[in-house]
């Protein structure tokens, strides 16, 4: 990507590398771009706002409010203005705030706006680098598609040696012009249906035989095919996450039945198909038309349940060319049943994760996976967030479809 006329905003934020940042400044506008700046507000114990608007020839955004005279700067119309957001120096402090969408000051709520490519610095000590809380907020930015340059070795403001110096701005400026053009995404003109969250299989009017599944992983599959350019069908259960990518549409079902008929008009059309959710294997095989009363019942209640639909392994027999992903949450004996599964309904990839580790499974936002392939390879991953798995699970999609 040339930067030649691109419209960079620098974001600064409270570290002593903000120094770096006006050399970058002027590195960029000898490249042709146009910059403007937001500071922080701890950015200006750092450098003052007066060298970055001569070196920008803009005035630099530091508060919501301009002025005593009550004017104020708008963070939607930086965010929608730029082309490239790169945050240099990013702080830990910025970092962990962005990662979690908290916007307490001018810069975050940018970022919380903008809809172009978002690029961080990391500057700070090694062991706040190498900390765990940070390592895991990095995490969450990359699966959200913020693009991190990792920083370097060398001697850092505390007196210790190693890594946590904010990248050179040459360096910088190399890798803000190397970026991938939009249309370079991986899964452009891809079509991809992914099924999510629970079915619900109604009894009577008011209850229903269901599951713990919250949907979050079959949403954060969409949310990551969409960033890679997909178009996404996500036909989902009764779940309360929702989707905020304008490339996924969103198919609301209740039943296994209405999942598969759903999923059954999507399948043809598509080139990749999820099967994230956790669909009822058993319905009720009559439903009462009124709400069943325990006075009425005073020896218990029988339900007689039917088999439904087996939708993954209806829609595998009829591919005509699909990449077909399964999941598997076992309770036991996971592997063998993994693998089954991935055979028996002939899948190109099977996700398994298993109750019996912690932090996985229904309710929590974190799992962890072993990816199977039909090749025999098995990938095993430690615990994430279920965003960073769903970003791991799509890459090894896009690995096999180039393989």
């Known amino acids: 990507m040339s930067l030649q006329g ?63 005279d009550g004017s104020w700067n708008n963070h939607v119309e930086y965010g929608l203005w730029a082309d490239i957001i790169v945050v240099a120096p990013a702080t830990a402090n910025t970092i962990a705030r962005y990662a979690h969408g908290l ?34 907020n990095i995490d969450l930015l990359r699966a959200s598609g913020v693009q991190i340059i990792s920083p370097a070795d060398g001697e850092l403001a505390s007196g210790l040696t190693g890594t946590g110096r904010m ?44 599951n713990h599944s919250s949907g979050k992983m079959g949403f954060a599959l969409a949310e990551v095919c969409a960033r890679e350019g997909a178009i996404v069908t996500l036909v989902h259960g009764p779940v309360h996450v929702r989707a905020s990518h304008p490339n996924i549409h969103t198919v609301p079902v209740v039943s296994a039945r209405e999942m598969f008929d759903a999923a059954s008009t999507a399948f043809a059309t598509c080139d990749i198909f999820i099967a994230a959710a956790a669909v009822a294997d058993f319905t009720p095989a009559d439903t009462a038309e009124q709400k069943i009363k325990k006075e009425n019942s005073d020896t218990g ?14 829609l595998s027999a ?6 077909i992903v399964g999941f598997a949450l076992e309770t036991e004996n ?12 002939q899948l190109d990839m099977c996700v398994l994760n298993q109750t019996s580790d912690t932090g996985a499974g229904f ?4 799992n962890k996976i072993s990816l199977l392939h039909k090749t025999g390879a098995i990938v095993n991953f430690e615990l994430k967030p279920k965003a960073v798995v769903a970003q791991d699970i799509v890459d090894h999609i896009i690995q096999a479809l180039h393989a």
């Open 6 to 68: 691109k419209k960079v905003l620098l974001g600064v934020c409270g570290g002593i590398a903000a120094y770096k940042s006006a050399v970058l400044v002027r590195l960029l506008i000898k490249a042709g771009a146009e910059v403007r700046v937001i500071m922080t507000p701890s950015a200006r114990e750092f450098v003052g706002t007066v060298t970055f608007a001569t070196l920008s020839k803009h005035p630099v955004a530091v508060d919501f409010v301009a002025g005593p």
């Open 103 to 136: 916007c307490d000051n001018f810069l975050l709520a940018t970022l919380l706006s903008a809809r172009c490519p978002v690029v961080f610095a990391p500057a700070m000590d090694l062991d706040m680098w190498k900390h765990p809380a940070t390592q895991r």
């Open 167 to 210: 990248e050179e701005p040459d360096a910088i400026l190399q890798y803000l012009a190397h970026l991938p053009h939009p249309e370079n995404k991986r899964l452009n003109g891809k079509k991809v249906l992914i099924t999510a969250g629970p079915t619900y299989e109604a009894i009577d009017p008011v209850r229903f035989i269901g």
């Open 301 to 314: 209640l029988t339900l007689h349940l039917k088999k439904t639909t087996d939708i993954l392994g209806t």
């Open 318 to 323: 009829q591919k005509t060319g699909q990449f």
């Open 334 to 345: 996971g592997l063998q049943h993994a693998q089954e599964k991935l055979q028996r309904k």
């Open 363 to 366: 309710g929590y936002d974190t």
